[in-house]
């Protein structure tokens, strides 16, 4: 039974926006692995991103330097 997690940080998706990325893997998975949609689990975890970094950087910290 394919089981897909996916991480997405705490910066307000919508249950509508959630909907599309478990149709999205569905779909993936349904027509590049051939798996049928009725057994597979998509788990959607939201998590902080106080812990995530890119290029050496915070996430939040790289966001304000975009921005300046």
């Known amino acids: 039974m394919p ?3 996916i991480k997405i940080t705490r ?3 919508t249950p509508a926006q959630k909907a599309e990325l478990i149709a999205g893997v ?3 998975l349904k027509q590049v692995l051939n798996k049928d949609p009725e057994t ?3 788990v959607i975890d939201e998590v ?3 812990h995530w ?3 050496g ?3 939040a910290e790289y966001r304000r330097r975009k921005v300046d």
């Open 57 to 59: 950087l915070p996430v």
């Open 48 to 50: 902080e991103m106080d």
């Open 53 to 55: 970094g890119i290029g």
């Open 26 to 28: 569905t779909d993936l």
């Open 11 to 13: 910066e307000g998706a």
């Open 40 to 42: 597979t689990f998509v």
């Open 3 to 5: 089981y897909v997690n």
